[in-house]
Nanobody
Framework: QVQLVESGGGLVQAGGSIGLSCTAS????????MGWYRQPPGKQRDLVAH???????HYADSVKGRFTISRDNAKNTVDLRMNNLKPEDTAVYYC?????????WGQGTQVTVSS
């Protein structure tokens, strides 16, 4: 079992920035992919960004150039820095980890962007 605890999030104005952090209960060396998904109200949960153990990164087109994902193997964390936020970025953000073909989710953290 991998437990994921998210922190960060909150209310921010459009154009502002905010950061999210996710801490895993086990060494991230054993986790092949870590990332962030988001679920806007009434919509499905979609990938925002993920980073592999080797450092390969993928971003959703909607966040490219605005969001940055990073992974700290020493601290067992994966962070998401979100800049130039837009109202459409409003969602519950979930941390995700894939280990030995098993997926794990955090509890989610709310990000609200006001216009």
């Amino acid at each position: 079992q991998v437990q994921l605890v998210e922190s960060g999030g909150g209310l921010v104005q459009a154009g502002g920035s905010i950061g999210l952090s996710c801490t895993a209960s086990q060494s991230v060396f054993s986790i092949s992919i870590m990332g962030w998904y988001r679920q806007p109200p009434g919509k499905q949960r979609d990938l925002v960004a993920h980073i592999t153990a080797s450092g390969s990164i993928h971003y959703a087109d909607s966040v490219k150039g605005r969001f940055t994902i990073s992974r700290d193997n020493a601290k067992n964390t994966v962070d998401l820095r979100m800049n130039n936020l837009k109202p459409e970025d409003t969602a519950v953000y979930y941390c995700y980890a894939l280990r030995s073909l098993q997926g794990y989710w955090g509890q989610g953290t709310q990000v609200t962007v006001s216009s």
